[in-house]
């Protein structure tokens, strides 16, 4: 069982920055592989990033790529999502999820656990 707490969301201009927290807890946490997913109003939930247990394979989607950056502390066992240059579009839910022994799949249906998620607002 993993159980998630995000947390880091809230209002922020266009081209600013926001760090994103998943905080974890649960024994199987370091050999998990964690995502983010995110929600817009009237959209569809799509994937955003992911990274496996150990912090060596990442994914992301093309539409934040070399923008937002995942990052992993197994020792706090937190992950994070930093969000840099941010436009309206990223205004959504965001969500983190975990899944056992996979690797850094975006199919969202690979995942079991999800945390509650956290707003994030970009105004223009």
């Known amino acids: 069982q993993v159980q998630l707490v995000e947390s880091g969301g809230g209002l922020v201009q266009a081209g600013g920055s926001l760090r994103l927290s998943c905080a974890a807890s649960?024994?199987?946490?370091?050999?998990?592989?964690i995502a983010w997913f995110r929600r817009a109003p009237g959209k569809e939930r799509e994937f955003v990033a992911a990274?496996?247990?150990?912090?060596?394979?990442?994914n992301y989607a093309d539409s934040v790529k070399g923008r937002f950056t995942i990052s992993r502390d197994n020792a706090k066992n937190t992950v994070y999502l930093q969000m840099n240059s941010l436009k309206p579009e990223d205004t959504a839910v965001y969500y983190c999820?975990?899944?056992?022994?996979?690797?850094?799949?975006?199919?969202?249906?690979?995942?079991?656990?999800w945390g509650q998620g956290t707003q994030v607002t970009v105004s223009s």
């Open positions: 649960g024994r199987t946490f370091d050999r998990s592989t």
């Open positions: 990274i496996n247990w150990s912090g060596g394979s990442t």
């Open positions: 999820a975990a899944a056992l022994f996979m690797g850094v799949t975006a199919s969202a249906p690979s995942y079991s656990y």
